[in-house]
């Protein structure tokens, strides 16, 4: 009966037109909006222990002004529950207003009922239906942090992951399939369980207490194919607000390409409200690589534009110098150490686009359809660097690398500051 009635909700996929946006209930999230036509919002999480307000602080402010939009920190002990509050305080004094996100799995009715601060200073509660409890217990301490977060006005995130389903609701569907001989695969059985897991823990959730508009969901699987699958199923059922990500994408290369791959199908269709890049980072690595991946996402497909684009040359045969790789690494660098002032200050800087070429082949008309573009010399051409901006030669550069990249760099900010209006 829950999956007839949601599934007759408005929304339903074959009616948008290519490209249309699906149409899902808007849910206010702190002060930043999450669907009802609004932006695509950029999420992030930390990686750090709770606990320790300083390093989480640091690992916040560090997501926040890489571009993340919202951030989400581990609620798993009360040593974590009871650190929220002053971390969410740290947070406002330092200027970051994005909303903090509490996960929660196992104990998340008792960690907010008996710390009702940290309920208080969240902006957002994210529940896994398949790790509240078992059997009867499941749906009642379900319930509790609905209820919490209904008398707080406080939103949700219904996340399902394919990880930790239910595994009574797998085990009975499972059973179906061979009782009445439905030949669904393995992979099929668990993505229709997702989806029932997401639109049953709606309906509860509704039933708890919470309105429509306090309600985003996701269901995150680890295989692109299974999340598009999945999404497209859940845009056709419900008007909820989608959170998008790969549960676990992966390192490096495997890691980018597997969630732009999901992600970019389904943001392409007009399906996803926020986004995750769930980047498995290398010990110490920059946590910060997620928030560029999912930026340059959004901004690859024209939904968003977070920063000034680099557009770099990949090199061949004509590029034995290594100088224009440095210089494009040194630019992309520095555009997004300025970003954060550049954003304050400047209205628009975002949508600047640079260029860095190896050679005379592509690189004049590169550049000139960049704001601001180099060519840089290939092998055996002459040593000389034109530089246009706005389509028109403005400069030739030579010198060494470091004196190029010196006055190219200088000749970035002077048309920042020349062509965009103050804030």
Known sequence: MILHILGTAKGVMAMRAPGARHETIGVAVGGVRVGGGAPIVVQSMCNTDTADVEATLRQCLELWQAGSEMLRVTVNVPEAAEAVPALKRRLAEAGCAAP????????????????????????????????????TRRDEQFSTICRVAAGLGKPVRIGVNAGSLNQELVTRRMQENTDRGLGLTSEQI?????????????????????????????????KPRSLI????????????????????AGMGVKGLVWSASAMGVLLHEGIGDTIRVSLTPPPGGDRREEVH?????????????FAPSVTACPGCGRTTSTTFQ???EQIQRHV??????????????E?????????????????????IGISLPGTGEAPACPVYIDGRHAATLRGTYDELSKAFRTLVDEYVEAKYPRR
């Open 293 to 305: 991946a999912a930026c340059e996402l959004l901004q690859a497909l024209g939904l968003r534009a």
């Open 229 to 248: 699958a999945v999404y497209r199923e859940l845009a056709r059922r419900t008007r909820q607000p989608l959170h998008l990500g790969l549960t676990e």
């Open 190 to 222: 668990i993505g229709e369980c997702m989806v029932i897991s997401a639109i049953e823990s709606t309906a509860l959730a509704l039933q708890s207490g919470l309105r429509e508009d306090q309600i985003i969901i996701s269901c995150k699987a680890s």
């Open 100 to 135: 903090l996100i509490g996960d929660f799995h196992y104990n998340g009715h008792l960690l907010l009922t008996k710390y009702p601060a940290c309920a208080q200073a969240l902006d957002k509660y994210r529940i896994n239906p398949g790790n509240v409890g078992t059997g």
């Open 336 to 349: 997004r150490e300025r970003m954060p002032e550049w954003k304050a200050r400047y209205d628009g800087v």
């Open 351 to 371: 949508t600047m686009t640079l260029a860095v070429m190896g050679c005379v082949v592509n690189g004049p008309g590169e550049s000139k359809a960049a704001n």
């Open 326 to 328: 440095e210089l494009a």
